[in-house]
C-alpha cells in the first residue's frame, strides 16, 4: 500500500504496482482469464482488494459545498481504480458462484464497503454503486444485512450528523431494490419507509439527493396505494416551512405523490391536504405560492384529481381567503394572474357555492381582528396571575 | 427558547398571539373573554393549528402558575398526559416546548414525591420520539426532576422499558437518562441495563451509550467498575470507529477515582490500542483528550515505565501520518511535558520538535510554538534545556509565513524574558518583525520590547533597539501599535528609571511633538506617552 500524501515518494514503485493492477485486468478480461477466479484463490484476492480499499476516508474538507465547490479526488486513485475494476470483473464473473464466494466477500467487508460511500470522489462512489448494486443481486443471503447496514447509514445521517456525500448512489441502489420488492409489501419495508425514507426528507441537504429520494417514494406508492396515507403525512410533519427552495421541491414532489392519490386515499386526506395547500398559498415567498398555484394547471389533477370539480366542495372554502388575497394585489403579476385564474375555474365549477364563500369569508375577516384584541388582553391577566402566584409559592417555600 | 432563570418575567418573553393564529380557533369573542387559563390553553391546544398550539404551549408554566399547585396536579397534569400520547404525535415544537415548559415546574411548584412523579409518564413517552431535539430536552427534564423523586421503582422501571423498546430512539435517551438515575437512586438493575445498551446492535444507540460511558463510570463504586470492565473494552474494540473514538475519549472520566494498579491493568492497554488504531478518526479523538485521559490514570513516580509507555504512545500520536491527528496531539504538548517532567521530556519529546515545528500543516505548526511557550513555564524544565532545545525552533517560528505561528511565539516570550539574555538570534528576529506586514506582529513586538529592556540592560535598549524599532512602532500607522507602546513605556519607565526617561526619551518625544504638525494622532500619541511617564 503506498500512501499518496505527498505524490513526488516512490513514484517507481506506485507505477510499478499500477502496471501489474492492469496487466491482472486485462488478463481477467478474457475468457481464459476468467478461470483463474476458483475458489482456491479466493482468500488471497480479497485479502488484497480488502486491504487496499477498507480505509478510513481522509477527513473531509471543511465547508465543502456540494453545488459549488469541486470534489476533492482521490489522490490515491490510480491504484484504486484499478482495483475496482478487478473486483468488479470477479463479482461479475460467471465462473464465480455466490455459495462459495460468500463465505470471503463476507458481511464485514459488505460493511466496508457502504462505508465507503462518504468518500468524495464521485468516481469511486460510481463504483461502489455498481459493485453494490451486483453484490445485492448475487448474494441472496447478504440482502437483508445491506438493507440493515443503509438504513445505519440513513440513520445517522438524519439524527447526527448531516454530511454525506453518497447518499444518492445508496438511494439510485435502493431505488432498484424497492422496484424488485413483492407485493404485498413486507412489515420490514414499511418500517423502512416510515422510520428511514421519509425522515430522509428532513436534513437541510435534501437538494442533493431530492430526485432519487422522489423516486423511491414513487416506488412505494406503485407497489402499494395504501402507503400514500403515511407518506403525505410524513412529508406535511417535516415540510420545511422556513426555507423556501426546499418547499418548492417538496411541492414538485408532492405534484408526484398527487397525481398517483386514488380516490379512497383522497377522502382520508382531503381536509389536511388542502388546509396545508392553504398555508402555502398564504407563504410571504412568492416562488412558493407560484409553484403551489401552478398544480391547477396540471391537466390529470384537474381532470380527475383532488383539484377537480368533484372535490370543490371540500377544497373552496379552504382555501378562498388564500386564494382571494393573492389574485387581489399581490405584487408579483405571475402569481396573481395565476390565482385570477384559479378563482375562475372554481367560479364555473358551482357559482352558488362560490358566492356563499365569498361572503362568509368577508364575515369573518372582521370578527377575526376583534378575537385577536381579546385573545391577547386574556392572557396578559392570565399571567399577572401567576406572577402573584409564584410570589408567593417563593416566599413560602 | 424560554429563558431558564425567571419565565415570568417581562411580557417580552411570552409569545405573541398573530391573526392566522387566531383565525383558528372556533370561539367568538365573548366566549374568549370569559375563558379562564386552562379552558384557553385547552382550546388553543384543541382547535388551533400549530401556531396556535405552540403560542398555547408557550404559556404552560403561565397557566400552571395561575391555576396553583393543586389545580395543576388535578387537571392540568392529566390534560398534558393525553396531549403527550396522542397518536399521530403533536407537531415535535409543541413537544419541544412542553419538555422544556415542564422543567420550570420543578421545584418551584411542584417540588415533592407524589406532586413531581405525574410528570414522569409524560417525559417518558417524549422521550420515546423521532425527533432528536425532543428527546434531548425530555431527557434533560428528566435529570432536573429526577433528584426530587423518592420512588426509586418508578425510575427504574421506567429506564427498563426505554431500554425494551424496539426502536433506537428510545434506548438513546436512556442511554442519557442513566447516569443521573443512577446517582439518584444506586440501583443495580441499571448497570445491567446500561450494559445491555452497549452491546445493543444498532450502531445509533452504543453510540449513546459510549458517550455518556465516561459519566456513568465516574458514578460507580470500584467493585461495580471492575464488574463492568468487559464493557469498556468492547466498546473500544467496536467495529465502528465512530463507537471506538467515543469510548476511547470516554475514559478520561473514568480513572481519577482509582488506583494506579488499576488503571495501568485495565486502562493502559485500551489507551495503546487506541493510539495505534487503524481509523484515524479514533486517533484524532484520542489525541484530542490525551492529556485528560493520562491525568486521569493517576500514575505517580512508582510507575516509571507505564509512564514512559503512555509517553511512547503520545509520541506515536505525534507522529502520526494524518495532519488532524498530529494538530490535536500537539494542543496537548505542554500539559504532557508537565506531566512527564524533564526526564521524560529528553528522552521521549525533545527529538520531535524540530520536524513539529516544520510541519507541512500550519495548525500543527501554530500549536506547537503555543506548546513551546506553555511548556516553559511552571519550571518543569530546567532553563538550559529550555534555551538549548527551543531557541532553533523558536527562531523559525518567527519567520514563519503566517502570522498566528509568530503571534503565538511573541506575545508569550514575555514569559521566559529571563532568558532572552542567550537567545541572541531570537532577539535579532524580533527586531526585524518590528517592520512586519502584519500589524498584529507590530503590536506584539511593541509589547515585547519592554520585557527585552528588562533582560537586556537599558543600555542595550538604547543602542540597539531604541532607534529602528521604538520609535518606528510608536508612530506606526495603526493605532493599536502605538497604544502597545503607550502601555509599554510604564513599563520602560519601572525599568529605566527617571534618569534615562528625562535625558534620552523625553527629548526625542518633543522633537517629534514638534516636526508632527501634520498628524494629531502622533501628537495624542506623545502626550498619552507622557502621561503614562507621570
Known sequence: IFSFDDPTIDKRGKDMKRQTLLELVNYVNSPVGQKIFTEFIMPDLMDCIGVNLCRTLSPATD????????????????????????????????????????????????????ELFDSEDPRERDYLKTILHRIYAKFISHRSFIRRAIANVFYRIVYET??????????????????????????????????????????????????????????????????????LNGVFKYWPWSCSEKQVMFLSELEDILELLGPDQLE??????????????????????????????????????????????????????????????????????????????????????????????????????????TIAKRWEKIEEEAMANKQILMTTN | MMSQNNPLEAPSHSPTPSLTMVRSLPQGVDELSAMGPLELFQSQLEHGLTEAKVDGMKRLSVVAYALGTEATLSSLIPYLTNVAMKQPPHEDEVLLTLAAQLQLMVPNLLSSNTQVLPLLPILERLSTMEETVVRDEAVKAVNHISPHIDDFTQLTSMAKRLVAADWFTAKVSAAGMCPTLFKVTQ???????????????????????????????SQLSFDKVQEL??????????????????????????????????????????VKQGSTDLSWRVRHNLAKAFSDVALSL??????????????????????????????????????????????????????????????????????CALALMDSSEGGTLPDPIIVKAFTPLLENFLQDEYAEVQLHVLNNLSRI????????????????????????????????????????????????????????LMLDSVADVRLACVAGVA????????????????????????????????????????????
Not at chain 1, 64 to 82: K, T
Not at chain 1, 167 to 196: A, M
Not at chain 2, 237 to 266: C, H, N, Y
Open chain 1, 63 to 114: 465547508e465543502f459545498d456540494p453545488e459549488e465547490d469541486e470534489p476533492a479526488f482521490e489522490p490515491a486513485w490510480p491504484h484504486l481504480q484499478v482495483v475496482y475494476e478487478f473486483f468488479l470483473r470477479f463479482i461479475v464473473s460467471s465462473e464465480v458462484n455466490a455459495k462459495s464466494a460468500k463465505k470471503y466477500v463476507d458481511t464485514k467487508f459488505c460493511f466496508q464497503l457502504v
Open chain 1, 162 to 231: 448531516e454530511r454525506h456525500n453518497g447518499i444518492e448512489e445508496l438511494l439510485e441502489i435502493l431505488g432498484s431494490i424497492i422496484n424488485g420488492y413483492s407485493i404485498p409489501l413486507k412489515q420490514e419495508h414499511l418500517q423502512f419507509l416510515t422510520r428511514v425514507l421519509i425522515p430522509l426528507h428532513k436534513p437541510k441537504c435534501v437538494a442533493l439527493y431530492h430526485q432519487q429520494l422522489r423516486y423511491c417514494i414513487i416506488q412505494y406508492i406503485e407497489k402499494d396505494a395504501d402507503t400514500v396515507i403515511l407518506i
Open chain 1, 268 to 373: 382520508e386526506v382531503n381536509t389536511i391536504l388542502f388546509t396545508h395547500l392553504a398555508l402555502c398559498l398564504d407563504s410571504n415567498h412568492f416562488q412558493v405560492v407560484e409553484r403551489a398555484l401552478i398544480l391547477w394547471d396540471n391537466e390529470e389533477l384537474v381532470n380527475s384529481g383532488c383539484l377537480s370539480c368533484l372535490n370543490a366542495q371540500t377544497v373552496l372554502p379552504l382555501i378562498y381567503r388564500s386564494l382571494y388575497k393573492n389574485s387581489n394585489g399581490h405584487w408579483n403579476d405571475t402569481v396573481e394572474g395565476l390565482a385570477q385564474e384559479v378563482l375562475k375555474m372554481y367560479r364555473e365549477y358551482d357559482l352558488v357555492f362560490y358566492d356563499k364563500c365569498t361572503t362568509a369569508y368577508i364575515q369573518e375577516e372582521g370578527k377575526t381582528k376583534r378575537k385577536l384584541e
Open chain 2, 187 to 217: 440501583e443495580d438493575d441499571l448497570r445491567f441495563l446500561y450494559r445491555d445498551l452497549c452491546q445493543d446492535d444498532t450502531p445509533m444507540v452504543r453510540r449513546a451509550a459510549a458517550m455518556h460511558l465516561g459519566e456513568f463510570f
Open chain 2, 229 to 270: 470492565q468487559p464493557i469498556l473494552e468492547h466498546l473500544c474494540g467496536d467495529e465502528q470507529d465512530s463507537v471506538r473514538l467515543l469510548a476511547v475519549a470516554s475514559m478520561a472520566q473514568i480513572g481519577p477515582k482509582f488506583s494506579p494498579d488499576w488503571t495501568t491493568q485495565a486502562l493502559l492497554p485500551l
Open chain 2, 298 to 367: 493517576n500514575l505517580n513516580e512508582n510507575y516509571p515505565s507505564q509512564k514512559s509507555l503512555i509517553m511512547a504512545c503520545f509520541v506515536a500520536l505525534l507522529q502520526d501520518q494524518e495532519g488532524e491527528v498530529r494538530a490535536g496531539a500537539v494542543g496537548h504538548l505542554a500539559k504532557m511535558v508537565h506531566w512527564g517532567g524533564a526526564t521524560l521530556f529528553t528522552s521521549h519529546l525533545q527529538a520531535l520538535l524540530p520536524a513539529l515545528a516544520d510541519d507541512v500543516v500550519v495548525d500543527v505548526r501554530s500549536k
Open chain 2, 417 to 472: 524574558s529571563h532568558l532572552l539574555n542567550q537567545m541572541s538570534g531570537v532577539v535579532s528576529n524580533i527586531i526585524s518583525m518590528s517592520k512586519a506586514q502584519n500589524w498584529r506582529v507590530r503590536q506584539g513586538v511593541a509589547e515585547l520590547l519592554p520585557h527585552l529592556a528588562e533582560a537586556r540592560g537599558m543600555d542595550f535598549f538604547s543602542t540597539v533597539l531604541q532607534e529602528p524599532a521604538w520609535m518606528a
Open chain 2, 491 to 534: 513599563k520602560l519607565c519601572n525599568v529605566a528609571g527617571d534618569d534615562w526617561i528625562v535625558q534620552s526619551l523625553l527629548p526625542q518625544h518633543i522633537k517629534i511633538y514638534d516636526h508632527s504638525a501634520n498628524s494629531y494622532l502622533m501628537r495624542i500619541t506623545i502626550l498619552q506617552g507622557h502621561a503614562q511617564m507621570a
